[in-house]
C-alpha cells in the first residue's frame, strides 16, 4: 500500500498470521526478507509484562495463588453440567493423561489446558511461530 506524504512515498506492509500453526514450520521467506531489507521500522505485536523484582513477586504471590480455582473450592465435574464434562473427561485423558491431582480449576482454565495440550499433541503451537522468524529476519535484515 502506497501513502502520499508530502511529495514522498511511504510503503506499509502489514504481516497477517494464522494460528494455530505447526511448530516446526518451514516458510518461503524470500518475500518477507526482501520487505524487511527496505524497511525503515519494524512494529511488534503488543505483549506485556510486567516488572515487579524479587520483592514484588513475592508481595503479589498470595494474590495470585487459587486464581485458577473453582470459588468454595468445587470440583469441575460440580460446577459444569454432565454432559459437558462427560465430553470433557475422554478427551482430557487423551490429550492431557490421566492425572490424579486436583480438579478445582475453572471450566475456563480446564478448556485452556486441554486445548493447548490438544494442539501440541498434533505438532502444532496455539502462538509464537511466526513472530520469532520475522524478529530472526529482520535482525539479518538490519
Known amino acids: 500500500m502506497t501513502l502520499p506524504s508530502a511529495g514522498h512515498d511511504h510503503v506499509l506492509w502489514i504481516l497477517g498470521t494464522h494460528g494455530p500453526l505447526p511448530k516446526k514450520l ?27 523484582g524479587p520483592l514484588g513477586g513475592l508481595t503479589l504471590l498470595p494474590s495470585l495463588v487459587g486464581l485458577r480455582d473453582n470459588p468454595g473450592g468445587e470440583r469441575l465435574h460440580e460446577v459444569v453440567p454432565a454432559d459437558l464434562y462427560a465430553r470433557w473427561l475422554p478427551l482430557k485423558e487423551r490429550y492431557i493423561g ?8 475453572a471450566p475456563i482454565f480446564a478448556a485452556l489446558e486441554l486445548y493447548e495440550h490438544a494442539l501440541r499433541k498434533s505438532g502444532l503451537e ?14 539479518k535484515a538490519a
Open 126 to 139: 496455539p502462538y509464537g511461530v511466526v513472530w520469532p522468524q520475522v524478529e530472526k529476519l529482520a535482525r
Open 98 to 105: 490421566r492425572d490424579d491431582g486436583r480438579r478445582e480449576v
Open 26 to 52: 518451514r516458510w518461503r521467506s524470500t518475500e518477507l526478507e526482501a520487505a524487511l531489507a527496505a524497511s525503515q521500522e519494524i512494529v511488534a505485536p503488543v505483549s506485556m509484562r510486567a516488572d515487579v
